[in-house]
């Protein structure tokens, strides 16, 4: 318990002690130095006297060698009770030493002695002066100093004891207060008190009453306030397991359920085929409604059976039961199940639907859930009916795979392990290096370089690939800066409607100052659908000085009309013509078709891999302007020394 005696009133006392204590000292201290110096002053003074006044009369038997009568004055000095010693000086000699018992020290004072009638000097007096009075009157101050500090202490005293019972009635109010609880009702003295004590007593049994009234209004409220949460609660956990559209339960309640049988049993993913062009064709109303026609037609095949319907996302149910089957039963209770569905014909409104449904299931193959999808998945791959999950699978193994890849690419962009490789692009004319394609690899932690085959889908889909455009983009055009060479860069339909990666290039190009230098590739696919956005961006660049190259023409999708669109400086046949020209009627015959076309509109061609010498030979015969691939130069982490193409 907090003692208000001791941290208030001995607090109190003590400081006050203690301020007097230290004025005290410095006070005492002041006076005592005074006391000492003025004292000094005044005894120096007297002796300086009796020098000044015995001198002359000591220069005369001085001077006429009277040495008796030297004697005779320093006895008459001595008299003087104050004078403790008497030394007369001849020049620099003691001529003559006079002095009382039980010499202490005191105050020397010396006068010079002079010849008669000149102001030679042939002698010196000096006097010892006593301080013995002051030592006196100094013992007389201190004993009355000490008085005065004994007086003081006892009445401090008498002040702690008084302030310890002005503050009692506060040491009793913390008493009470200690064990202060809003709904005890507290008896509070001192409120008729008529000082500051009362004041405290009253203000604080009003605010007492006022948070008893508080803590009654703040109960009622938390009673109600609990009566509503708990309402709400069990609305929300009824929201939390359970499917808005179909009132099924959810997906969430599907894994709470797992957990709780510890995955045993049976699991089955129902997956209504081609619900998205339902939806798209029937609007999503009919969509929805034909959901709960579905959960109505499951529900009432598996009315009298332990199995329970769920509603997973999107266009699947899932069948659930807490016991094993065998898998030949429940293999043909799902086929049964198929087939039931598969010849329903669902009436909503005035429309007849069919519908198939695909399922991938799991019997005792942890976890259920996954291994059911996986299922699923193979089941959609395979155009299967059912599928019952199998360990030969290697979806899990692909999945794993993919995570791991992912981790790798991670890494390798933290530790800047994803850089550029350059192929060279030869003149087919003078077989000089016209320019050189960017490539991205990633470099693992071993050295290992990989190509992009292996990590740039996987880097889309963990949304990762914006991060290795940029590194590209800036490291490649870093490489270029104060070179002669030109280079290219590939850039995807979806990196050109990227705002920020267009603002992100074309800052770029201005910072390395090679917006003249680079070509940008685009795959002309059938993605092309925006076709407006890609020409401002074609455009965008062309201003710029950069060149624009169609990528992978003839790949089984060229609309021409494109090409006039874009404003295209080059087109780069796909590699899969290129690499049977020498082998493939039907290749040269499209290759030359699109060279006489880009000739026309005065284009320029590239044929990609070049993989060896009579390819290369039909590439040059076909009046392609420019070759690329492993036979001329593999890429590589830096630029080619070599400028013109040495072929044997």
Not at 33 to 53: H, R, W
Not at 361 to 386: F, N
């Amino acid at each position: 318990m907090i003692n208000i005696q001791n941290s208030l009133s001995r607090k109190i006392v003590f400081i006050m002690a203690t301020v007097f204590l230290v004025l005290n000292i410095f006070i005492h201290g002041g006076i005592s130095l005074l006391n000492k110096k003025t004292f000094y002053q005044l005894e120096g003074e007297k002796a300086d006297l009796i020098v000044q006044n015995y001198a002359p009369q000591m220069a005369m038997q001085l001077y006429l060698g009277m040495d008796d009568k030297l004697a005779s004055l320093s006895e008459q000095i001595l008299k003087n009770e104050s004078v403790l010693k008497v030394n007369v000086f001849n020049g620099k000699n003691l001529l003559l030493v006079k002095s009382k018992k039980n010499v202490t020290e005191g105050i020397k004072v010396s006068a010079p002695i002079y010849k008669p009638n000149s102001n030679v000097v042939v002698g010196e007096l000096e006097v010892l002066y006593s301080t013995k009075q002051y030592e006196a009157l100094a013992h007389k101050y201190l004993m009355l100093m000490t008085f005065a500090l004994v007086a003081i202490i006892f009445v401090f005293l008498a002040l702690n004891t008084y302030i310890k019972k002005l503050l009692k009635p506060l040491k009793n109010l913390a008493s009470i207060l200690r064990d202060y609880s809003p709904e005890i009702d507290i008896d509070v003295p001192y409120m008729e008190e008529k000082n500051e004590i009362g004041l405290i007593s009253n203000a604080f049994n009003t605010s007492h009453k006022k948070v008893l009234e508080y803590s009654t209004n703040l109960q009622n409220l938390n009673d109600t306030l609990e009566d509503k949460v708990e309402e709400k609660t069990k609305a929300l956990e009824k929201q939390l397991f359970i499917e808005p559209i179909t009132k099924l339960p959810n997906r969430l309640a599907l894994i709470t359920a797992l957990n709780k049988s510890n995955e045993e049993g049976t699991l089955a993913i129902l997956c209504l085929d081609n619900y998205k062009e339902i939806n798209d064709f029937y609007g999503y109303e009919m969509g929805d409604s034909l959901l709960m026609h579905a959960k109505d037609k499951i529900l009432e095949i598996f009315h009298h059976s332990d199995y329970k319907l769920f509603k997973l996302p999107g266009n699947e149910f899932a069948l659930y039961n807490e016991k094993s089957e065998s898998q030949v039963i429940f293999f043909a209770i799902l086929n049964e199940l198929t087939n039931i569905l598969n010849k329903n014909v669902f009436l909503i409104g005035e429309n007849e639907i069919h519908v198939t449904f695909t399922i991938g299931a799991s019997i005792e193959d942890r976890p259920l859930l996954q291994k059911a999808d996986i299922a699923l998945g193979e089941a959609e791959k395979t155009k299967q009916p059912v599928v019952i999950y199998h360990s030969s699978y290697e979806i899990e193994k692909t999945i794993d795979n993919n995570i791991q890849m992912i981790k790798k690419i991670k890494n390798a962009i933290k530790d800047d392990r994803i850089v550029p490789y350059f192929q060279p692009l030869y003149d087919n004319k003078t077989g000089e290096i016209k320019s050189y394609e960017s490539l991205v690899r990633l470099i693992e932690e071993d050295g290992k370089v990989l190509s992009p085959y292996f990590f740039l889908d996987i880097a889309k889909k963990a949304k990762l690939y914006k991060q290795i455009a940029r590194i590209m983009i800036g490291k490649s055009c870093k490489t270029f800066q104060d070179t002669s060479y030109n280079f290219s860069l590939n850039l995807e339909i979806d990196d050109i409607l990227d705002e920020q990666l267009v603002e992100y290039t074309m800052d770029t190009l201005q910072r390395y100052d090679v917006s003249k230098q680079v070509t940008f590739e685009i795959l002309e696919s059938e993605s092309i659908e925006d076709i407006d956005a890609i020409t401002k961006f074609t455009t965008l660049v062309s201003i710029q000085g950069s060149k624009i190259s169609i990528d992978d023409f003839g790949s089984g999708y060229s609309n021409f009309l494109h090409v006039l669109k874009l404003n295209a400086d080059y087109l780069k046949i796909d590699g899969s013509l290129i690499k049977n020209l020498h082998k493939d009627p039907d290749a040269k015959i499209i290759v030359k078709s699109i060279v006489k076309f880009a000739k026309e509109l005065g284009l320029q061609t590239v044929g990609e891999f070049v993989h060896c010498k009579e390819v290369y030979e039909e590439v040059q015969n076909l009046g392609i302007n420019f070759s690329q691939g492993y036979y001329l130069g593999e890429p590589k982490p830096e630029l080619i020394e070599e400028k013109e193409l040495a072929l044997a």
